[in-house]
């Protein structure tokens, strides 16, 4: 039963490559559960990432993700139907929803997830018939894959239509969301920069260890870095490499990968659950540079070497961001040779961390706006 007076949230997160939209989507609903109830629709890899916390219930929808071959949609474990997995979701979502709803919040769209456009906007369009003109918000990351302008026309229409409030989780001191979206004037007056949504700066920190942590991130992309991890370890004796492949790494890559290890001081495991503790130890980070990364990153104090995921700009674009406030060392493909590769930790050892400071606090900044929106139309 519904307690009195209490908001009821619902949240969409479909994620396509990687888990960074997820956590971002976590940490904000761990916010909103401090003032609301929050029903969170999921899609996209299993993680194991769940909340069990009073007042929030998941559904977790059949997947759906980015096929690298073909650019479209697929069910990567059952090789199914996709246009069933349309329907089984579609079903899935109605069994789900309770009703009423105060607010939707939406992750990335409509400036992502084009491609769930249709079940997005009917989403949108069902909540409105059982509960009214409701707030919609979306959170987006501030670094987005240039478009063509038109392409951008068609996101500025769809925040006019439907966006109360964009998130844009950034710190505009860093990075401004019109760098890489030429027509953020036209939304400007719905923008809201939250800061960056990070995890919780460490009230400890433990002795850092003689340890090199490779973090491959939550997708199945970046190899190239692993093997450039594994040459350089050959020639850092001194030093522990433990690499941590993506979530989507199978057993059969995971063996391919060991039987490339050349020196007795590489150890190879799965994507790592505790990763900031394990951040926390190291010497040094490597890694592709996703958003979540990048912040725990910062917020632990970690030197950092960085080598973003080839297949756009986003990742590129806000690692030189990041470069240019002395935050971590860029790595382009010519540095995963094994001898360029070692310089370039030895550089990051060696050098004074910076001690400039970034807005992290999104997730709580995120949820205050929302609770005064919904505060103001009660």
């Not at 609301?36 to 998941?58: F, H, K, M, S």
């Not at 522990?240 to 050349?262: I, M, N």
């Not at 080598?307 to 060392?329: T, V, W």
């Amino acid at each position: 039963m519904q307690e009195l007076n209490a908001k009821r949230i619902l949240y969409y997160c479909q994620s396509l490559v990687g888990v960074g939209h997820l956590a971002c989507s976590l940490r904000i609903i761990r916010e909103l559960l401090s003032h609301a109830e929050v029903d969170l629709i999921q899609g996209g890899l299993d993680t194991g990432t769940a909340l069990e916390l009073p007042r929030y219930r998941n559904l977790r929808l059949p997947t759906l993700l980015h096929d690298h071959e073909t650019g479209g949609l697929i069910d990567p474990e059952e090789n199914g139907d996709v246009k069933e997995i349309w329907k089984s979701r579609t079903d899935a979502m109605t069994r789900f929803l309770r009703w009423p709803y105060h607010a939707v919040v939406v992750e990335f769209y409509p400036f992502g997830r084009r491609r769930f456009k249709r079940e997005v906007q009917d989403l949108f369009r069902t909540v409105r018939e059982h509960c009214g003109p409701v707030p919609i918000f979306t959170s987006v990351r501030e670094v987005l894959v240039p478009r063509a302008l038109e392409t951008e026309r068609r996101m500025v229409a769809s925040v006019r239509k439907h966006i109360h409030t964009v998130f844009v989780r950034g710190d505009p001191a860093i990075v401004r969301f019109d760098e890489t979206f030429s027509l953020a004037h036209e939304i400007e007056d719905r923008l809201c920069y939250t800061g960056y949504v990070s995890s919780a700066p460490p009230q400890c920190r433990p002795t850092r260890k003689k340890q090199i942590l490779v973090s491959q991130g939550g997708g199945n992309v970046g190899r190239e870095l692993l093997e450039g991890a594994i040459g350089a370890a050959a020639l850092m004796p001194d030093y522990l490499f433990l690499l941590a492949t993506g979530s989507r790494t199978t057993q059969a890559e995971l063996d391919e990968l060991r039987q490339t290890v050349r020196s007795g001081n590489v150890e190879i495991t799965l994507f790592l659950p505790d990763f900031q503790q394990r951040l926390m130890e190291s010497a040094v980070s490597i890694s592709m540079g996703g958003d979540n990364t990048l912040l725990d990153v910062v917020t632990t104090r970690t030197p950092a070497l960085a080598y973003p995921y080839q297949g756009n700009s986003e990742q590129g674009f806000r690692i030189k961001k990041f470069a240019e406030q002395g935050l971590l060392f860029a790595l382009e493909a010519a540095d995963l040779v094994a001898e360029r590769l070692v310089g370039k930790i030895e550089q990051a050892l060696n050098a004074p961390y910076p001690t400039r400071d970034i807005a992290v606090n999104g997730a709580f900044v995120t949820s205050e706006k929302i609770k005064s929106v919904l505060a103001s139309a009660a």
